[in-house]
């Protein structure tokens, strides 16, 4: 009797997690003001305290075509920029430089990185320390050369 009840509320737990996901995944797809459909660009990662969302080179250019969002090179050492970066902070350094985040956590933050690795760490710590809409390019900057886009030099 234990065994099925338990089993039950783990049933219940699960379903209860996919229609968590699946109404932040809506929510993610909607929070850009670019007025571009980005569901087929996007993959909404859930952590402990909420989610980020993934974004493919191709939906990150088009969110850039109407850009109101600090974009925010995380890698280290320095490698090059994807142009419209608005600042540098190091992956391992997020939390000492909220100073040049947006204060309203509530604000769409995209980051990025070479390969995608740096960046997922400070998506996931962003939204640990309470950023409700972080974007992370998914595969970096090596994924936005290979969809034909350049790196700018900016230091």
């Not at 379903?15 to 909404?44: H, M, P």
């Not at 850039?64 to 142009?83: M, Q, S």
Request: hydrophobic fraction near 45%.
């Amino acid at each position: 009797m234990s065994f099925s009840r338990n089993l039950m509320m783990g049933l219940i737990l699960a379903l209860l997690i996919l229609v968590l996901v699946a109404c932040g995944s809506e929510t993610a797809v909607s929070n850009t003001s670019s007025g571009v459909d980005l569901s087929a660009e996007t993959q909404v990662v859930p952590v402990e305290s909420g989610t980020y969302t993934d974004v493919s080179a191709a939906g990150l250019a088009a969110m850039l075509e109407n850009k109101d969002f600090p974009l925010i090179n995380v890698h280290i050492p320095y490698v090059g920029d994807i142009e419209g970066t608005d600042t540098n902070i190091p992956f391992d350094q997020i939390a000492k430089n909220l100073d040049q985040l947006p204060a309203d956590k509530d604000a769409q933050i995209a980051i990025y990185c070479r390969s995608g690795s740096m960046s997922s760490i400070s998506a996931h710590e962003l939204v640990e320390l309470g950023y409700t809409n972080v974007w992370n390019l998914d595969g970096g900057m090596n994924a936005w050369r290979a969809s034909g886009n350049e790196l700018v030099n900016n230091q």
